[in-house]
């Protein structure tokens, strides 16, 4: 009998199992990559009642803490759900809020005031319940204003929903001062709240009434912590001109808000 060479049996199936194996291990280092790059799908958290439905989207990462970011009227909701995306993938869980757009309100500075404050603390002790991580509130200028009031309210509850409030640039005049007026804060400010964190760019003309508002914030007995970025303007990192510098702290944003938050969390 002739001795044609016939392919083994058990060497095919060899070969097809190693196949789908290393097929396998491709997709699963593929969907790290997107987890790793920010691109991963959102946790949606929603809060309703009677009436308001408001939702966040959750980017969740390993971190005993999570960020839940007021929306900023001045850059896209979706960069901004990139943002939020990026700084999970350094190892912060991040929310964004998307209350403007869950009101029907527009994008200026003003909608804030429109926001139900209730509404808005059930929807951060949603986020707490659903996440089990601690919040730190981080909101961007006039945003600020609304960011402080729930602060307040969540102190006057002992802290039951957030552990503190990051402030990019805050604005928390109760209204613009005429030339040569001293600037007049919300109330709120002089009343003791959460600890306090605040990034201030040096290109921000907030920027030159810091040193005005940490002295109303302290005598109100609040803790406060203050960092000043340098070579950089106000929203930075959701700029669609960022420069080189401000595109840096943008992928440093895990790093910068973990720092603020270890100030946050020393009690002297």
């Known amino acids: 009998m002739s001795n044609h ?34 691109t991963s799908q959102p946790q949606l958290v929603t809060y309703s009642d009677d009436e308001h439905e408001l939702t966040a989207s959750c980017y969740i990462a390993n971190s005993n803490e999570i960020l839940v970011f007021f929306p900023s009227v001045y850059a896209s909701l979706e960069d901004q759900e990139a943002y939020a995306s990026e700084i999970a993938a350094g190892g912060l869980a991040t929310c964004i809020s998307h209350m403007l757009t869950d009101l029907f309100l527009p994008m200026k500075n003003s909608s804030y005031a429109e926001v139900p404050r209730a509404a808005m603390l059930g929807l951060l002790n949603l986020v707490r319940q659903q996440t089990g991580k601690q919040i730190y509130l981080v909101a961007h200028g006039s945003g600020n204003r609304l960011a402080y009031r729930l602060a ?14 990051i402030m990019l640039s805050p604005n928390l005049l109760d209204h613009t001062p005429e030339p040569g007026e001293q600037p007049v804060y919300m109330p709120e400010v002089h009343r003791k709240t959460l600890p306090l964190y605040i990034f201030q760019p040096e290109y921000s003309p ?8 940490l002295k109303n914030i302290r005598e109100s007995g609040t803790s406060v912590y203050f960092q000043r970025i340098a070579n950089a303007r106000d929203g930075y990192a959701l700029r669609e001109n960022r420069s080189a510098r401000e595109q840096r702290l943008r992928e440093q944003g895990a790093t910068l808000f973990l720092e603020a938050i270890r100030e946050l969390k020393y009690e002297p």
């Open 5 to 38: 060479n016939y392919p083994n049996w058990q060497e095919n199936s060899l070969i097809k199992y190693l196949s789908l194996l290393a097929i396998l291990l491709l997709h699963l280092q593929a969907s790290a990559a997107i987890s790793n790059t920010g």
């Open 152 to 165: 307040t309210l969540a102190f006057d509850n002992s802290r039951a929903t957030l552990q503190g409030l």
């Open 206 to 213: 907030h920027h030159y009434h810091l040193e005005a508002l």
